[in-house]
């Protein structure tokens, strides 16, 4: 796990301006590339540019977790719109992968799919190319 010591906006108040979560993270649009870039570094889930009644304080009108997002009813209906397509998009894309996912996990347990078929056809020439060299070698 990393740690990234940083600021925002010249701030030590990291929370006030972010909001993350196992899914996503949300940030302020006038967040510097260059800051932003350290971050994704950490971070794996994908980030979204937001205001909040166009706030940059996106930590601290926002609550959320995986299966959602509480947020003030001050939030701008422009605001509202891009967060819902944003939020629809990451659950499609989740479930692509998580579909993806049963798919990889299913190729490999079914006996003599063809996955699995080429993966032996592989691992055999692979092995008789090494059985080979050694052979070369001892010879």
Do not use: C, W
């Amino acid at each position: 796990m990393a740690i990234l010591r940083s600021q925002v906006f010249g701030r030590s108040l990291i929370g006030i301006y972010l909001a993350a979560n196992n899914s996503y993270v949300l940030y302020p649009p006038t967040l510097l590339n260059p800051l932003l870039k350290k971050f994704k570094n950490v971070f794996e889930e994908p980030f979204h540019p937001i205001t909040i009644n166009s706030s940059n304080l996106v930590g601290v009108y926002t609550a959320s977790n995986k299966y959602g997002i509480i947020v003030p009813y001050i939030i701008k209906e422009e605001e509202q719109q891009k967060l819902e397509e944003f939020l629809k998009r990451q659950k499609q894309q989740e479930e692509m992968m998580k579909k993806f996912s049963e798919e990889m996990k299913e190729d490999l347990e079914v006996p003599g799919s063809d996955f699995q078929k080429k993966l032996y056809e592989k691992r055999k020439r692979n092995s008789t190319v090494e059985t080979f060299k050694d052979f070369k070698r001892k010879g």
